[in-house]
């Protein structure tokens, strides 16, 4: 069995979405309510990256990303960018599983989707990535020796299937089945990542609240008592094992990590609980990444226990400090949350403690603006949160990115 990879992950990671500043925010608010153009937004951007790369440099991190900045929502363009995939405003509920998280608490907000993205013929990738820009201006403002720390996050596979009633994700007329859809989305995303490793890209990180939805008994319960399933919902999360594999093929040397918490919304909303027990097994074992970034800020996401399913050449970056508020965690206490999980990845692999710990890393536990309005804190918060994540990984694992 090959060793876990190490730089990339690091041990003190974030999860790529970071607070936008003001002057970003009110340019695009501007543009929305149409009081100016969107003429000089791009150079607004571009000068708020350099701000927050130099930030995360300052701070010691070594996974940089752009904030997201030019994404409204974390998963970015790539499902809209695709041939078959039209993205519509003011969508029918009839489409939607009412009691999957995401949509649930929307409409406990009262709200509704306000958009979706639907397969509207066969699926396919244009040739052109809608991430690429956003890579290669990281790569203008770093130097060339830190181009393979760049981190890009991506969306989620199964971000518009999971959502929609069955038979409701495509057309009947053009995908027989869930397996014909999957195929494609499947090659288009594999053709995302060979251009984007073309370009130089070495280190990605697959953005997915959908998996942990998986760990919560509302969202069980809603499937169960949906007449219109024909299958299991473990069935389900089989064949979302065996997509993603088929999405990941890649080059050995691209690290291909998956990010799973329980919702981030606006107001610092989450959507979901319960613990990663139920999947730890396949979720650990068979899907094909090296590195898990597991939300454990608070008991919504269980206990450590769950480790115990890690294989040996596979990492764990541990979400213990939260994204959602401003209060600063204690040091030590952090410190000894990931002295306990080392255990629990320890007991299940045969290790010491101290040879566990060499699979570890520590993060916030989800990003800080998932959606461009960000959580419930500060800029400054923010800063503080980061600093502390280097602080930590810099005592457990001392000398090392």
Partial sequence: MPSAPRNPPFRAEHLGSLLRPSKLLDKRRAIQQKKESGDDLSKIEDSSIDDIVKIQTDCGFHAI??????????????????????????????????????????????????????????????????????????????????????????????????????????????????????????????????????????????????????????????????????????????????????????????????????????????????????IARKLFQELNVSTYYLEYDTSRAGGFEPLKELPKNKNVILGVITSKFPKLEDKEEMKERIYKAAEFVAAGSGESKEEALQRLGVSPQCGFASHEDGNLLEYEDMVQKLKLVRTIASEIWPGQA
């Fill in 65 to 278: 990303s752009d904030g997201e900045y030019r994404r409204h929502m974390f998963w970015g363009t790539f499902f809209p960018s695709l041939n078959g995939m039209k993205e519509i405003q003011g969508p029918d509920l009839d489409i939607f599983r009412l009691y999957v998280p995401d949509i649930a608490a929307f409409m406990e907000e009262g709200h509704v989707p306000g958009e979706t993205v639907i397969c509207v013929g066969k699926i396919s990738h244009t040739g052109k990535s809608s991430y690429i820009g956003q890579f290669e201006y990281l790569k203008s403002i770093l130097p060339k020796e830190k181009h393979g720390d760049i981190k890009m996050t991506l969306a989620a596979p199964n971000w518009y299937h999971l959502r929609y009633k069955e038979g409701k994700a495509y057309p009947k007329d053009v995908y027989s089945s869930d397996k014909e859809y999957f195929a494609d989305i499947a090659e288009a995303y594999r053709t995302e990542l060979k251009i984007l490793y073309d370009a130089g890209l070495r280190n990605a990180q697959v953005d997915d609240p959908n998996l942990a939805y998986f760990c919560s008994d509302k969202m069980i319960e809603g499937w169960n008592d949906d007449s219109a399933n024909t299958k299991s919902i473990d069935d389900l999360f089989d064949e979302y094992i065996s997509f993603y594999n088929d999405c990941f093929k890649r080059p050995s040397d691209m690290h291909l990590g998956i990010h799973l918490c329980r919702g981030n919304f606006v107001n610092s909303r989450h959507f979901s609980e319960g613990g990663y027990d139920r």
